[in-house]
């Protein structure tokens, strides 16, 4: 789904993959120039983990495939590597983590040779975490996925080679990284306060959120598609909601978000009241955004009603 670029609305529930319900982000704990800890964060979720001797972790190179936390080898690179790994939150939405497991499973068994349970492990806080193995999927990859249950997330920590060779070589570090987690909090990201709405937007600001949106520069290309990929789906989701409920008064419409520094927006912008925008403006008033490369940040929403 795009979030502009003509967002074409259409009146029917999208099935998402709950990998994306939403993302967790990264911030470096200690010195930065260790490369070695850090501290995932989303709706719901804080945790601690420590990269495995050997490797580092990035909170930069994995943001266009929707991830804010990912490992490689030392000398390496998240695109370039044969083995990396990764850790993000995912959104429970009512299901036990057996029921969670089973509905990633699904998702996987079309695209996999063979699908394998784990030695369960333990994380330094105590937890178990249940293992699968997603063994030569249709790319060649061969997986592994820890699973830890918390109150409102499943924290995924993932092992992914090339090879049967690499997979085995790394799964060692794999077991280091799920043995460093350690949950903080989930509490984390429910904002006290709501962005303020102003139905209307400055010519300006409309002006620089288009040339955000549409520039070829690498550093909005890579945050355009982050958003696409970690905001997208909720977005979609309440496009879907406010398409059942107004029906036959959908309406195109213009929305710029306000987006400051941690990601949190400040600011809605909307083009006018409609039934549309008044269904969707207030289901986004807490919305969390990846971190901007600078900010304040204009994020546009344009849709096209069909």
């Given at each position: 789904m795009?979030?502009n670029?003509a967002?074409?609305l ?7 993959a709950?990998?994306f ?11 930065e ?19 495995p001797?050997g490797w ?12 804010h ?7 390496g690179?998240?695109k ?12 429970k939405?009512g299901r ?14 079309d ?5 394998k ?13 249940y ?5 030569k999927?249709?790319?060649?990859n ?8 918390e ?11 090339r ?17 460093s987690y ?35 520069d ?23 909601e ?15 978000l ?30 969390m955004?990846?971190?901007?490369p ?13």
């Amino acid at each position: 789904m795009k979030k502009n670029h003509a967002l074409v609305l259409i009146a029917v529930i999208v099935s998402l993959a709950a990998f994306f319900c939403f993302s967790s982000y990264l911030y470096a704990k200690g010195l930065e120039d260790t490369n070695k800890e850090g501290i995932i964060y989303g709706p719901h979720h804080e945790f601690e983990v420590t990269a495995p001797d050997g490797w580092v972790i990035d909170n930069q190179a994995g943001i266009s495939d929707g991830l804010h936390a990912v490992f490689y080898p030392e000398g390496g690179s998240w695109k370039e590597s044969k083995t990396v790994m990764y850790a993000n939150g995912v959104e429970k939405n009512g299901r036990n983590i057996k029921q969670f497991i089973e509905d990633d499973v699904k998702s996987f068994k079309d695209k996999t040779g063979e699908i394998k349970d784990g030695a369960p492990l333990s994380t330094e806080d105590g937890k178990k975490a249940y293992v699968k193995y997603f063994l030569k999927e249709e790319n060649g990859n061969y997986e592994a996925i820890a699973y830890i249950d918390e109150k409102y997330v499943v924290v995924i920590i993932a092992l992914s080679a090339r090879n049967e060779q690499g997979f085995n070589r790394s799964y060692p570090a794999f077991k280091e990284l799920v043995a460093s987690y350690k949950f903080i909090s989930d509490k984390i990201m429910e904002r006290d306060t709501a962005a303020k709405t102003v139905f209307n937007i400055p010519a300006d600001i409309l002006k620089t959120a288009k040339t955000y949106s549409y520039s070829k520069d690498d550093i909005y290309q890579q945050y355009e598609k982050g958003v696409d990929q970690n905001y997208g789906p909720e977005l979609q989701g309440y496009l879907n909601e406010c398409a059942e409920k107004t029906k036959k008064h959908l309406q195109d419409f213009t929305i710029v978000l306000k987006v400051e520094k941690d990601g949190s927006v400040s600011v809605i912008y909307a083009d006018r009241h409609n039934p549309t925008t008044d269904c969707m403006v207030p289901k986004m008033v807490h919305a969390m955004l990846p971190p901007p490369p600078f900010a304040p940040y204009y994020e546009l929403i344009e849709t096209k009603v069909q």
